[in-house]
Each structure stands twice: as structure tokens, then as C-alpha cells.
């Protein structure tokens, strides 16, 4: 339940950034609220709203859960002996008892004359209801929550840059040419001057949607309860939609930017050589240094269990860890996502990379014509490299020698 109420706590601050963002950018231009503004502004304090009264709902079960928790802990623990009998040999009346009359003489000893040994002959000819005899009537309870599986976690989109999305479409503006600062050459020479030129970056919005009809019956009858299974399991596939769609964005937008091949088997000097390499070519001046690798997992695979040269035992790259894909080889944030294609690792400036978001979240209709309820889950995303030229690829990292 704690992973559910920080995700509601995540989306609430997200509309929260949103709404102040709308209102921000007002209030600098200087001018009211337009009114398609003022529309995302009301959309989003609604949801805001539902959000808060789930918060609640939902942190007061989370302390009840952890009083119980509590409770149970001060309880010392119970101890109990448990014996087992050996299986008896399987009972055969016909063995036991030969003819009926040797069964009615058995029976009268044991009524009349209480004698013990046919008194204990008739309590093993008794029939013994068990378990086997009656399934039907033992139900198979449902324990603990539903498994699911999905990672939604969007390691790339959590690495990126992230803003509210303003609109279905907009423009980012960029310097294309700065002004100019030289050295004067002499008192009273004319000094340097040149223009600034700015373009604009178009950015297109996608919507991200899906929907589901429901009985009232599966509604009221099910435990765990299928509404809130199904909310859970829209938003993990949305999550996992969008940051795979926002992945195969940004590998294509530095399809054409500086490549540094290495040749296999890959070692620690040659994967150490590379990535300065690429930090290199993306150096330019004035722009930000590069401070992220980005990379499929079986690149990572390879970086970890590369030996440092020369010493057999020690890791070329400490810092990465086997339990979590992260780490900062080179001084780099190591960004692990598995909707990265087989082989990438790119490095740059994470600030350059952007990801727009604007999530309706859980939607829902009643029907009552056929006592049905038709729920959905919507979110808008756009994804932009603000500047691809201070990227730079490194190929060849997942081609570690057993040897190597």
C-alpha cells in the first residue's frame, strides 16, 4: 500500500507543479489567464481534489496497519509442539468382521457386556468423515495482494529534464547564433558586434489512452477488489508505454550525432577510453558537460562484470552495483532502462533532454442501462532533444570476452 500512496502523493505534486506553472508563466507575460488556461487549471483541481480525499483515505489505512503492526510486535510469540502419529494400516471391515453373525456377537459384547476389546473392534468398524470426503463444502481463500509483475519505475523519463506539458503543440526557442565579446584591439577601435539569432523547436503532443468496461456485479463481488486492480494495472502500462516511447524517441534524435566504436573483445581501457571519447566530442563551448550515461542492460551487464585491467579481482567499474543499475562510472549518473535497444550507451547532458507531462489518470462512467461501469486511463506526453549534437554514442561495450 505504500508504493500506491507515494504514487498518489507523486501525482498530486505533479498537478500541483502544473497548476503553479500555468499561473507562473501568466504572471511573468505579464497578462490574465487565457481561458483554454483557466480550463487546464479547473480539469486539474478536480483531479487534485479525488487526490486528496484518496491521500487520505489511504495514509489513515496506512496507520492503522502500522498500530496493528505494533500490536503485534509488543505480543510475544507462542510456542507450540506438534507430534505426529504414524499412518495406520489401511482398515478392511471384511477382515475385521468375516460373516455378519461374527459382527451382531461382536456388537452385543460390546453393548451389553462393555467388553473392551469388542468395544474398541466396533469404534474402528466406525466410518471417519474427512477432508477428502467433502471439497466442495472447504473454499479456497485468496491471500495477500495480486502479483503483478510490471517494473513502472521510467528510468529514462525520471533521468530527463521533466515539465508540465502546456499545450498540444508549442515551441521551444533556441539561440542560434549568440552576440559577440572579442578583445579590443586599441582605445577607441571598434569592438566586436554580431546579432543573436533564435529558431524554434516544434513539439507535438501524444495521447496515451485506454479503456475498460465493467460489471457492477465484478465490481461489488470481487476481493481484491477489480476496480482498483484495474487502475493499478492502466497506470503500470501506461507507465511502461510512455517511457518506452519517450526511449525510442531519443535514440533516434542522436542517430546522427558522434560515434565511438569499440572493437571486440571490449576491455577496461578500451570501454575507459571510449566514454572520455564521447565526453569529448560533446564538449563544446559554452555548453554543458555531459554527466549521464544512458544504457541497455546488457551494456551495464558488461561494465560490472568487467575486471579492471590487470587485476583479475578487482572491478574496472566499482561503483555499479548488482542489485541496484545505477552507479556513476567516471563521474557519469549510470541510467539503466530495458527499453534501450541491445548494445546502447549514450552520453550527455541530461538537462538537454525534456520530457512533457499532463496525466488525467483513472476515468470512469456509470452505465446504469446495463449496470456496467466503463473506466479509462488518459496522459499526454511529448519528448524533445533540445540539443542532439552533445550527445555521442559508445558501441561495442556488450561485446566483453569471457577472456577479456
Known amino acids: 500500500m505504500g508504493v500506491y500512496l507515494d504514487r498518489l502523493n507523486k501525482q498530486y505534486d505533479e498537478i500541483r507543479d502544473g497548476i503553479d506553472a500555468v499561473i507562473n ?13 483557466q480550463a487546464q487549471v479547473d480539469r486539474d483541481k478536480a483531479r487534485a481534489a479525488d487526490l486528496e480525499t484518496s491521500i487520505a483515505h489511504y495514509t489513515e489505512l496506512e496507520t492503522r496497519n502500522a498500530k496493528v503492526a505494533e500490536l503485534r510486535r ?24 468375516p460373516t455378519p453373525a461374527d459382527y451382531a456377537v461382536t456388537l452385543h459384547r460390546a453393548q451389553m457386556l462393555r467388553d473392551p476389546e469388542a468395544m474398541d473392534r466396533i469404534a474402528r468398524a466406525t466410518a471417519h468423515q474427512k477432508t477428502t470426503d467433502n471439497p466442495g463444502l472447504i473454499p479456497r481463500p485468496i491471500v495477500g495482494g495480486l502479483l503483478n509483475y510490471m517494473d513502472a519505475s521510467r528510468p529514462f523519463v525520471n533521468s530527463c529534464n521533466r515539465k508540465p506539458l502546456p499545450a498540444g503543440k ?21 569592438t566586436a558586434s554580431q546579432k543573436m539569432t533564435v529558431d524554434l523547436l516544434p513539439v507535438s503532443a501524444n495521447t496515451w489512452a485506454g479503456h475498460l468496461n465493467i460489471s457492477r456485479q465484478d465490481i461489488k463481488w470481487t476481493s481484491p477488489g477489480i476496480l482498483q486492480l484495474v487502475l493499478d494495472d492502466f497506470a503500470y502500462v501506461y507507465a511502461i508505454r510512455t517511457c518506452a516511447d519517450a526511449v525510442s524517441q531519443f535514440v533516434a534524435s542522436v542517430a546522427g550525432s558522434a560515434s565511438i ?12 577510453k571510449a566514454l572520455y571519447a564521447a ?35 578487482a572491478p574496472a567499474f566499482p561503483s555499479l552495483s548488482l542489485t541496484n543499475p545505477g552507479g556513476n ?49 488518459a496522459g499526454y506526453t511529448a519528448f524533445l532533444n533540445a540539443a542532439p549534437s552533445n550527445f555521442s554514442k559508445v558501441t561495442g561495450i556488450n561485446t566483453l570476452a569471457e577472456e577479456a
Open 170 to 190: 508549442f515551441d521551444r526557442p533556441r539561440v542560434v547564433q549568440h552576440v559577440d565579446v572579442q578583445k579590443q584591439a586599441a582605445e577607441k577601435d571598434l
Open 279 to 313: 565526453a569529448v566530442a560533446n564538449m563544446t563551448d559554452g555548453e554543458a558537460p555531459p554527466d549521464t550515461i544512458w544504457c541497455a542492460p546488457d551494456v551495464w551487464g558488461a561494465m560490472g562484470g568487467m575486471p579492471a585491467s590487470g587485476v583479475s579481482s
Open 25 to 37: 508563466r501568466a504572471a511573468e507575460e505579464d497578462r490574465d489567464v487565457t481561458d483554454t488556461e
Open 329 to 377: 562510472p567516471l563521474g557519469l549518473n549510470l541510467v539503466v532502462d530495458a527499453h534501450f535497444p541491445s548494445g546502447t550507451a549514450i552520453v550527455g547532458p541530461a538537462q538537454y533532454a525534456e520530457f512533457y507531462e499532463d496525466v488525467d489518470g483513472f476515468l470512469q462512467v456509470q452505465e446504469p442501462d446495463v449496470l456496467g461501469q466503463l473506466v479509462g486511463y
Open 74 to 97: 509488543s505480543v510475544p510469540a507462542s510456542s507450540v509442539t506438534r507430534t505426529t502419529r504414524e499412518p495406520e494400516a489401511e482398515y478392511d471391515i471384511c477382515r475385521e468382521f
Open 261 to 272: 566504436p569499440i572493437t571486440a573483445p571490449a576491455d577496461a581501457n578500451k570501454v575507459t
